[in-house]
């Protein structure tokens, strides 16, 4: 019997953390047996994994990442790197990026950071050399700057960028096709009937929001119908932009009868300031949104929004931060679709 080991149960370890020397101790096998075990090393006989997993599992032994990290000279964590003024957007980016790290030894740390501060960049690198990141994922609006992506590379951090368009290489690219998306919205409403319309754009830095404006404008313009510069307001993603908006269109009688928002938050706030003015929608007023967050179906009437599979998104990015940098792969996509609810109708 393996010394320490009670007969009815797990070894006694004294209330202590299980180290590696101790599941060698333990074990009767030598420490480089059991970090060969832990690595999946094929060079260990079956019997000897199986006796030595089990005893893991029964002490709760967790490999310390760091350990591990200072013995293959790297970390064994992913970084997130934001600043995106959506909360849930940023949500479901980590899940699907956890989704795709489960069961790799991989652990993710996120690192918001404010993209207008001179020194950002400077921050994003210290955070990056003092976690020793294997990789970082790069979400809008950080991954648009190049300047950041140069300096990850001067660095020799690998990266992912989750942007609307392809910015590089399809090794470091997952493309959300936003411009797609809001041309959808454009030929839905235009179906409807609609041709006094608006839009509630995100805020100009965000290669998103031009791509949807361009988008839903194009669109437009290929039907037949041109959007005015009056009828495009600029605001900030949140919830309060929209609101501030939706008071600017919607004031005075000539008022449009569809309004598409840059994203669901926004939309949450034409719907405010639609109920203060005593319009219905949809019945006076349509209105769209975009990315098809757990917001669209919790409002009344459900807002139609445009879906993006962002959690998916998340798990393609930290997908390809664990595929070797020599695999050579197609350039991944994440295609938007209109999810038709109850916030439009022909107009009146």
Known sequence: MPPNRREDGPPDLAGKAATINDIARLAGVSKKTVSRI???SPLVRSDTREKVEKLMREVGYVPDPMAR???FRRSFLIGMIYDNPTAQYIVDIQYGALDALRDSDFELVVHPCDSRSPDYVAGVRRFVQQQKLHGVILVPRVSEDQALCDMLDAIGCRYARVAAVSLEGPERMVVTHDRDGAAEVADYLQRLGHRDL???TGPAAYRSAMER???FVGA???RGIELPASRIVEAGYTFESGVAAAERLLRGRNRPTAIFCGNDEMAAGVYRVALRMGLRIPEQLSVVGYDDSTLASRLWP??????RDTRDTG????AMLLQPESAARPLA??????VIRDSCQPPP
Not at 333 to 338: D, F
Request: aromatic share 0%.
């Open 315 to 318: 798990r393609m990015a930290a």
């Open 333 to 338: 996509s994440v295609r938007p679709h209109l």
């Open 220 to 222: 437009l313009r290929r």
């Open 302 to 307: 459900p807002l139609t929004s445009v879906r």
């Open 213 to 215: 404006t361009e988008g």
């Open 38 to 40: 832990l690595n999946r």
């Open 198 to 200: 608006a839009m509630v």
């Open 69 to 71: 990290g200072l013995a």
